[in-house]
């Protein structure tokens, strides 16, 4: 069946670090990609999608890049902040069956000053 | 604004007791769904409805309840047959099921045992 593996967290990086975190699926057909972020206590709000392999989709700063040739994700920013601490789980589409989105078990991001 | 009412934020079930969580939206979305986080967790599905008057199972069902009466509103009730409820609770909605949007998320309710 169609799976999805997200890398696993925490992760801890120092403010203003390159921060790229990973996932990867199994599924027939071509996916969409949602990036999802959720702050302490809340529920998930959409950080990025990105429906073709060229649309790179970005918003706050971070960009969603999709490597066809190894069915991995890629959410990246440049320069962290400690605003971004929280946790980000990818969510593929199953391909072409478009009802079934499938979460990732979800990164944690801890931001030091 | 549109957007998604979870309530309540935090919830306490006794032994036996049935409790109901309350999800309303004013998105006009057809497909609604309900979500379980355990700490540490990613989600899982509880149950999902894509129209009115119509719900399906989702992975973890048993031990749950829902009803879609209206096109708004999709509660979720914990029944007692739930041996271990205490979780994060995630209420979303999507244009269609079978459409490729993202869903959007309510701020969920955090039920605890007594």
């Known amino acids: 069946g169609n799976s999805v593996t997200q890398m696993e967290g925490p992760v801890t990086l120092s403010e203003e670090a390159f921060l790229t975190i990973n996932c990867t699926y199994t599924?027939?057909?071509?996916?969409?990609l949602f990036w999802y972020v959720q702050y302490p206590g809340e529920g998930l709000q959409l950080l990025l999608k990105a429906t073709k392999a060229d649309d790179k989709g970005s918003n706050k700063g971070f960009e969603a890049t999709y490597r066809k040739e190894t069915t991995s994700f890629h959410l990246e920013k440049g320069s962290v902040q400690v605003s971004d601490s929280a946790v980000y789980f990818c969510a593929p589409t199953a391909g072409s069956s478009a009802s079934k989105i499938i979460f990732g078990s979800g990164t944690r991001l801890s931001i030091r000053p | 604004d549109g957007g998604i009412t979870q309530s309540p934020k935090y919830l306490f079930r006794k032994e036996g007791q049935n409790v109901t969580l309350s999800c309303e939206q004013n998105l006009n979305h057809d497909a609604m769904y309900w979500y379980r986080q355990d700490p540490g967790q990613g989600l899982r599905l509880i149950y999902y409805s894509q129209i009115v008057n119509d719900f399906q199972k989702g992975d973890i069902a048993e031990g749950y309840s829902v009803s879609r009466e209206k096109k708004e509103s999709f509660p979720l009730t914990v029944t007692s047959a739930q041996k271990n409820p205490t979780a994060f609770y995630l209420c979303?909605?999507?244009?269609?099921?079978?459409?490729?949007?993202?869903?959007?998320f309510g701020d969920g309710t955090r039920l605890s045992i007594l």
């Open positions: 979303a909605s999507r244009t269609g099921h079978y459409s490729n949007q993202p869903q959007h």
């Open positions: 599924a027939t057909g071509y996916p969409s």
